[in-house]
């Protein structure tokens, strides 16, 4: 199926769904949006008081604050994929249960077959679980991962840094370094400049176990 059409398709799942128990108290639920083509995924953990009442993700002061790290990133809302672990608001804002992220975790893994993203950048703790369970957020926040054939950046969630402001200069800089993770990606290692040009390593090779230049930056791929 066409991406887009496999995307319109999972939103109308999930605006019906009620495989679990947080149907009974949401407005909206909220499958995520953005381009099919996106090379980029957030994930968030849930819907919160806006976007349960708009069913689009990221609508409130966590989502403005979204934005203006994108912008550190050079990178426009409308040009990433953003959605949650679970679509539907956990009342109270309370944390997403292990069986609520099981029951929605079947939309999210078809949104990421279909979107197919080069990196997928999990925000707080939830979605980081999902990709590098036991993973501390503290510990690894900001680094490319590589999951499944695929870089994996775990971050901090926006509105932990509204909370605790003390975690905001580490946000901007983990979505400051995007770019670099996502040039990785897309051709080479990049080599510095007097070095002589040695073998080009593509990120498939990487991802198949092939070792990194020796002078690569050991802080732009840590392998597992
Ligand atoms: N927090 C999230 O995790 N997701 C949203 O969509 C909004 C706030
Ligand atoms: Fe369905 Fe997910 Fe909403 Fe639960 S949270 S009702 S699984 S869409």
Redesign the pocket.
Known sequence: MDPREALDQIASE?RG????N??HS?KC?VPGEGPANARILFIGEGPGVNENEQGRPFVGAAGKLLENLLAKAGLRRDEVFICNV???RPPGNRDPLPE?MA??GK?LDRQIEAIDPEVIVTLGRFSMGKFLPGARISAIHGQAKVVDGRLVVAMFHPAAALHQPALKPALEQDFANLPRHLMLVSTTVPQTQNTPVGPIHTYHELVHDEPPAEDADPQQLNLF
């Open positions: 999930v769904c009620t495989r679990c947080l149907h949401r639920s679970v679509k539907c609520e029951a929605c939309y």
